[in-house]
C-alpha cells in the first residue's frame, strides 16, 4: 500500500505517525505496531489496527443465528446499477463493450455470460445477446436453471 493512500484511510498522516521501513515494506504507527496493508477505517487508527478480539459486545436479550432473509441475491446490485445509475449512452457503450469483448469467445461462455446479464436486467440480457447473435429462448432458459444446473448444461 502507497503512504499516499493512508490520508483516505486514517484521515490524516505525518510523516512522525506513520513509517514504512525500506527493508520489509511494513507500514507501522507512532508506536512501531506493525499495521496491515489492508486496514480500513473501521480496523486503523490513531493507534494502529483494532484486533476483533479487542471488541466486546454487549447483548441483552436472546442472540442467535437466523436465516437470511433479505430478498438481494447476485443479481439485484447490478440489475439496480444498469437500471437506474446509468443512463441510455452509458448502457450503450457497456453493451457495445460487452459484445466487443464477448464477441470471439466460445458459444457455451457467451450463453452464460449473457445468461448472467440477463438475470440482473432482462433488457440488458436481450441487448447482449442480439449483439452476440444468440437465441434469446435459450439464454431464457438457462436463466430459469439453477447456478449448478446451469453450469452443467453451458460447460
Known amino acids: 500500500m502507497s503512504p499516499v493512500l493512508f490520508p483516505l484511510i486514517l484521515g490524516k498522516r505525518t510523516d512522525k505517525e506513520f513509517v ?3 527493508d520489509k515494506n511494513i507500514f507501522t504507527d507512532n508506536f512501531g505496531i506493525p499495521v496491515d496493508d489492508d486496514q480500513n477505517s473501521i480496523s486503523a487508527g490513531d493507534s494502529g489496527p483494532v ?3 479487542d471488541v466486546h459486545l454487549v447483548v441483552t436479550g436472546k442472540a442467535t443465528r437466523q436465516k437470511y432473509t433479505h430478498p438481494n441475491d447476485d443479481f439485484v446490485q447490478a ?3 444498469y ?3 446509468m443512463t441510455d449512452k452509458d ?3 457497456l453493451i457495445g463493450n460487452i459484445v466487443g469483448h464477448l464477441g470471439g469467445a466460445q458459444k457455451r461462455i457467451q450463453l452464460r455470460q449473457t445468461t448472467l446479464f440477463y438475470k ?3 433488457d440488458y440480457g436481450r441487448r447482449v445477446a442480439n449483439g452476440l447473435m444468440l437465441d434469446m429462448k ?4 438457462l436463466a430459469n436453471l439453477s447456478h449448478e444446473e446451469r453450469a452443467k448444461v453451458a460447460a
Not at 138 to 141: A, G, I, Q, S, Y
Open 20 to 22: 514504512m521501513t525500506t
Open 51 to 53: 484486533l476483533m478480539q
Open 79 to 81: 440489475g439496480y446499477l
Open 83 to 85: 437500471r437506474k445509475a
Open 91 to 93: 448502457r450503450e457503450h
Open 120 to 122: 440482473a436486467d432482462p
Open 138 to 141: 435459450e439464454v431464457d432458459r
